[in-house]
């Protein structure tokens, strides 16, 4: 089993930088695969990012390539959202997830482990 935390949201003006850090507990880490997922009121979880448990594979949601990176660090079981160029339309929570498995997926379902989400406010 893995908890996760995510840290790093807020209120940044269109066209600002911000990085979200979700911090895993357990000695496992390197064995979830990890994504990042959006949702804004009244709307449905979004996929935004997803990397493999080595780091060496990434997944973006179109709108959000060139825009956001994911990275992660196993050493500090930390996995971190860089986000550049944000638009009010990115104003959402943004929840960090893991699952066991090597395989990239976009789908909620398959993910059994969920943080509580950060804030993020994009002002015009």
């Known amino acids: 089993q893995v908890q996760l935390v995510e840290s790093g949201g807020g209120l940044v003006q269109a066209g600002g930088s911000l990085r979200l850090s979700c911090a895993a507990s357990?000695?496992?880490?390197?064995?979830?695969?990890m994504g990042w997922f959006r949702q804004a009121p009244g709307k449905e979880r979004e996929f935004v990012a997803g990397?493999?448990?080595?780091?060496?594979?990434?997944d973006y949601t179109d709108s959000m390539k060139g825009r956001f990176t994911i990275s992660r660090d196993n050493a500090k079981n930390t996995v971190y959202l860089q986000m550049n160029s944000l638009r009010p339309e990115d104003t959402a929570v943004y929840y960090c997830?893991?699952?066991?498995?090597?395989?990239?997926?976009?789908?909620?379902?398959?993910?059994?482990?969920w943080g509580q989400g950060t804030q993020v406010t994009v002002s015009s």
């Open positions: 357990g000695r496992t880490f390197s064995s979830y695969a």
């Open positions: 990397i493999s448990r080595s780091g060496s594979n990434t």
């Open positions: 997830a893991a699952r066991s498995g090597q395989s990239l997926v976009r789908l909620t379902g398959f993910y059994a482990y």
